[in-house]
């Protein structure tokens, strides 16, 4: 049955992600596969392409991402995430479309986040009009965020 087989990869999901808080990232991985050799979800494969961001495996990171679209474009995590892997990699042009497409997602629920990373691209190419735009956008949405309350702080103070 298929609804049965979608609670069992939820199950090794969510025992994948306490790995992975964990820092046991080996077992993480491993444990991500199972749920997606059982049914695979775009929150399987987004979350698979984290434990692999922190494992230094950014490539790898964001072919997962890829993945996790194919199975659910709706879902905004990875598109927020394949952004700031690429900030990452300081490939900051490729990055931005990637975090308005998670601005724009359907079902995505941290909409600051790809704010903040706009913001945070901004910033570095010198554009600090936008980035002050991206960074109060972040905190519309999540007042109590304090990487863009910094971020906004310090950008005032470059502008002083």
């Known amino acids: 049955m298929p609804s049965d087989s979608l609670a069992r990869a939820w199950e090794i999901l969510e025992e994948a992600y306490r790995a ?3 820092g046991d990232y080996d077992h993480a991985v ?21 434990t692999f961001h922190f494992q230094g495996k950014i490539q790898e ?3 997962e991402c ?15 995430d394949i952004g700031a892997y690429l900030i ?13 497409r998670a601005i724009e997602a359907p079902r995505y629920e941290p909409r600051h986040f790809p ?9 570095a190419k010198g554009l600090l009009s936008r980035a002050r ?6 905190l519309e949405l999540e007042p109590d965020y304090a990487l863009a309350s910094d971020a906004l702080a310090h950008l005032r103070r470059m502008l002083n």
């Not at 695979?40 to 987004?46: D, F, I, K, R």
């Not at 704010?115 to 910033?123: A, Q, T, W």
């Not at 735009?133 to 972040?138: D, H, L, N, V």
């Open 20 to 22: 992975q808080m964990e």
């Open 30 to 50: 491993g444990l991500y596969q199972q749920s997606l050799a059982i049914h695979p979800t775009a929150e399987a494969h987004t979350f698979l392409g984290w």
């Open 61 to 63: 990171a964001i072919d």
């Open 66 to 80: 890829k993945r996790a679209i194919a199975v659910d474009p709706n879902f905004g995590n990875p598109y927020n």
């Open 88 to 100: 990452a990699l300081n490939r900051l042009d490729e990055a931005i479309p990637w975090l308005e």
């Open 115 to 123: 704010h903040y990373n706009l913001g945070r691209i901004y910033l």
């Open 133 to 138: 735009e991206e960074f109060q956008a972040a």
